[in-house]
């Protein structure tokens, strides 16, 4: 039974996914009815177990991650590296939380992981090989806020030449009344919904994150209006730059943006913090013209002070997974130090100065989850992933090119130029039907067609469709006719 399930998962690692990308009523029901009312005081057989989950439960599953024309929720693949290195995690069972190196080699993987990284998004290890992982988005924005909150409020103390306290230690309200002031803000324009939900469990509150956009374009910062709000005297601000908006995946900035911000925040003793979890990947790319815009929009981005991004999204290894790095080291241990255990204590070291992972990030118990980043990295290399992004692109510009042209569909965001709209898509297809009624139900009936999945959203105030695409899979000629036949006859329909 074990053998044959390792072969079955070796299969859907190996090649594309042929059932629906979701799961017929039939087998949802069967799966809901085959749940337990109650806890048995017998417990069941590990052969039946098994059999109860693969025969009932998984063909109630999704093919979020195994097929390639899942496209929510920018949901990647797991590739065949990955799942193996996620197998040996589960078996292993390693928690990584302390450096002690004659313990485990796994805090010296996930260093090295770390490392491996920087190298694929083309950063500076010297300044940039600080980090961790987490458990996806919102825990890294978590960790980014967190310690731009922290950086903030000491270079207030500074320039008031009050003594410094740390919120780590004392307490946000502490803090705040200490120095007078009445809040942080976060600026942002058109932020991931974790960014926000992060500034919520902060105690900087969801209405003090604020969209700073130019009045004809909802992506780009008005730095104007950017200036005057860091000028405040009552209020202490973190920058938020969108790198890679949700719907449309575009770029908030470009290089020569970030430079005009970084000098902004300087100047304010503000926090510069990029929401990179797809958007980063951009600079995977080479220089070749049909990739300079979307190049152009990761530019700069070694300007910040700290970078988020999701692996579970373009990196394409399993849920859970995202990272976190930051210019500031110091910064993170002071808010997240695991005070009073001496036991958790790292030992010494003949390698690099590896921090201890419970010290710089919200858990004391993590999964391995470096492993799987570590395996894809080396089996992929850096011309791998550049390949595997440059086929997602491509299928994304083929279908933006369609929607284009068809009579029943816009592409968004609106422009009469295809050129324009293709020259700044990266790997998000932003659409709506024209015709009224069909658009208010338009996701549901794609995806009612079981071949292919989109995510409803809004733009403009109106409904909209989301292709995102992701998945390691993805075949620019099979998937382009696949979308444009399921979009074609829900259409005609």
Known sequence: MESQLQQDLWKVAQGPWEPGVLPSAENLARARASLPTALLDTGSSLESVQRHILDDIVPAFNGGSISANYYGFVTGGTTPAALFADNVVSAYDQNVQVHLPNHSIVTDVEYNALGLLLDLFRLDRSAWHNGTFTTGATGSNILGLACGREFVLQKAAQRKGIE?????????????????????????????????????????????????????????????????????????SIVAISCGEVNTGRFATSGEDLRQIRQLCDQYGAWMHADGAFGIFGRVLDDRPEFATIKKGSEGIDLVDSITGDGHKLLNVPYDCGFFFSRHPEVASQVFQNANAAYLTAGSSNGPSIPSPLNIGLENSRRFRALPVYASLLSYGKSGYQEMLERQIGLARKIYDWVFDHPSYTALPKTSSKAELLDQTFMSVLFRANDEALNRNLAQKINDSSRMFVSGTSWDGAPACRIAISNWRVDVERDFALVSEVLAKVAQA
């Open 164 to 236: 410094t306290q740390s919120v780590g230690e004392h307490g946000l309200f502490a803090v705040l009344n200490a120095l007078g002031l009445s809040g942080v803000q976060v600026l942002s324009t058109l932020p991931h919904s974790s960014l926000v939900k992060a500034a919520g469990i902060l105690g900087i509150g969801r209405s003090n994150v604020h969209n700073i956009c130019q009045a004809g374009d909802p992506l780009r910062f008005d730095l104007e209006r950017l200036e005057k709000e860091l000028a405040r005297t009552d209020k202490v």
